[in-house]
């Protein structure tokens, strides 16, 4: 029974579904715990709730927001990306974080006593590569910070994500305690042999995924501090669909 009670906690701060499950990257410090929930609308995201994770999220008055890490899967058609279009990828995804949650939480750069660390990657990404254009050419010395919209616009029109996991944790940035960690896979690449369709992921489908962490997490955060009869649904005020639709 406690463990259902769980598997709703995490719906209530994250609440997404998926088609398939996704393979360990090696980004979180810990996938022990992670488990399917076949019960609640999440068959395909795994995830782990620390037991007393509502008690200890209560306890957090500042966010220290890790830059989102990527990596492109072994057997992606195309594997190459520069540098600076990873970083600038990057953060744009840090930057959706940042303004849901420094409306009203500190965000602050380093690590401290009551600091809550996020980390995130977008991990097994499966790409393919569009059409080339002059515009794929990024000239020495590029400004990142000074048209971080335009390059970013840019990159996602030069690649196509076919297929994208996202994973992340929650954790205490001063022992690094695990309080939340979930694995969640987006799009499916074409595969004759297994008769498996294309229905590839995009850069706004991504987008919208860390939108809507941010969003349920600032929520759930606002939730922690209130009594349950005070508790706000985090998943009807943010719905999936209607995020994914931007």
């Not at 995490?10 to 088609?19: A, E, K, S, Y």
């Not at 305690?177 to 690449?189: D, L, P, S």
């Not at 929520?219 to 009869?229: F, G, Q, S, Y």
Request: charged content about 30%; hydrophobic content about 40%; glycine content about 4%.
């Amino acid at each position: 029974m406690y463990k259902k009670i769980l598997f709703f906690v995490f719906i209530m701060i994250f609440g997404l579904t998926q088609n398939s499950l996704a393979e360990d990257s090696g980004f979180l410090s810990d996938y022990s715990g992670l488990e399917e929930n076949t019960e609640i609308g999440m068959e395909n995201t795994r995830f782990y709730m620390h037991p007393d994770g509502f008690k200890k999220l209560a306890g957090y008055k500042a966010i220290m927001i890790d830059q989102p890490e990527f990596s492109v899967a072994a057997d992606s058609k195309y594997k190459s990306l520069k540098p600076d279009d990873m970083v600038a990828l990057a953060e744009a995804l840090r930057s959706v974080l940042n303004s849901k949650l420094a409306e009203d939480y500190v965000v602050v750069d380093e690590p401290g006593p009551d600091v809550l660390w996020i980390r995130s990657a977008t991990s097994n990404l499966y790409l393919k590569k569009a059409k080339r254009s002059l515009l794929s050419y990024t000239p020495a010395g590029f400004v990142i910070h000074a048209v971080k919209g335009a390059l970013t616009s840019d990159i996602t029109k030069k690649i196509s994500f076919v297929e994208v996991t996202v994973e992340a944790e929650l954790l205490d940035s001063m022992s690094g305690e695990r309080i939340v960690a979930f694995v969640t896979h987006r799009g499916q690449r074409k595969d004759k042999a297994k008769k498996q369709k294309l229905e590839p992921s995009s850069w706004q489908e991504l987008m919208s995924i860390f939108d809507i962490l941010g969003s349920r997490l600032d929520c759930r955060l606002d939730n922690a501090r209130v009594a349950e009869a005070e508790w706000k649904n985090c998943v009807e005020l943010f719905p999936e669909a209607e995020l994914e639709e931007k």
